[in-house]
């Protein structure tokens, strides 16, 4: 049976993934510009590892400046099936304490129209379903391994997306919590649907810092106290990835959710009718309906 290939996408804090073996730094050029970063490769728990930082070493860019679509092309180029975003968010709901973990099932887009958001376009019109934009066996892996390390987590909930990179002001904060979200955050949208278009599973590790700001027992939140909560939390979404990786080997079979074949009805365009550097450009991820 093949080595399981699971990307890491690191957010605030997390720049590097700790215990890897055999590392390699691989460049990746993509029709679609240059990644984040260098891709660091390894072996973990018997798994290979594709990690990126999704800010770039030293936190580099604004979460509208992020090249999502070429962060997750490259992903896909080295083989990545599985990606574990980890992500700082705010807290939205009074049990979900800074410090706690959240896997989250569900997003909500509030990014204003900046970001790139799909592979499709330039001759070619495709539609995914994202009804559920979480792959659910990841999830239940993710929860397990912060289980496993003795981690407080919340299992489902809806992750807000908003643009960034300020900070939320009161009014929205409260409004934001009567639509019944779970958490905040700037990055997940795009990536989250990219992941889906290059069929890839994607879950994410949601680190809570703060309350945002409707916490009246609360300061609002600020980079220091964000970065304080931060590196707590870091150390123990090292311990979740070790640990997710481990399962993921141990329960390896043939991946039978949805995500694998999220382009196999999603193309509506005459294949005749797309130009052969359009095909080109996106072989690593409609080749093979093609």
Not at 69 to 80: H, S, T
Not at 111 to 116: D, I, L, N, V
Not at 209 to 220: F, I, L, S
Request: charged share 20%; glycine share 10%; with cysteine.
């Amino acid at each position: 049976m093949s080595q399981p290939v699971i990307g890491v996408i690191g957010g605030s804090g997390l720049y590097e993934v700790e215990g890897l073996n055999d590392i390699k730094e691989v460049t990746i050029e993509t029709p679609f510009g240059a990644p984040s970063d260098a891709y660091i490769t390894g072996e973990l728990g018997g798994a290979k590892m594709v990690f990126l930082p999704r800010h770039g070493r030293g936190h580099r860019y604004l979460p509208s400046e992020v090249n999502y679509r070429a962060n997750i092309y490259g992903m896909k180029k080295l083989g990545v099936e599985q990606i574990i975003s980890v992500s700082a968010v705010g807290s939205m709901k009074e049990e979900i304490v800074p410090g706690h973990i959240v896997i989250p099932d569900q997003f909500f887009d509030r990014t204003q129209g900046k970001r790139a958001s799909t592979f499709f376009g330039n001759g070619v019109v495709g539609h995914v379903q994202f009804a559920d934009p979480i792959c659910g066996g990841l999830a239940d892996i993710l929860v397990a391994a912060a289980n496993e390390v003795g981690a407080t987590v919340h299992k489902g909930g809806t992750y807000i997306c908003i643009e960034g990179p300020n900070f939320s002001t009161r009014a929205e904060s409260n409004i934001f919590r009567s639509w019944g979200v779970d958490i905040i955050g700037m990055t997940n949208i795009p990536e989250s649907r990219l992941a889906r278009e290059a069929e890839i599973c994607y879950g994410t590790v949601a680190l809570a810092t703060d309350y945002d700001c409707w916490h009246e027992g609360h300061d609002d939140v600020t980079v220091e106290a964000v970065l304080a909560i931060i590196k707590q939390n870091v150390a123990t979404a090292r311990q979740i990835i070790k640990a997710a990786a481990a399962k993921i080997v141990a329960e390896r079979q043939q991946r039978d959710c949805e995500c694998i074949t999220a382009l196999q009805f999603a193309i509506m365009t005459d294949k005749n009718l797309i130009s052969d550097e359009t095909k080109q450009a996106l072989e690593p991820l409609i080749g093979k309906y093609f």
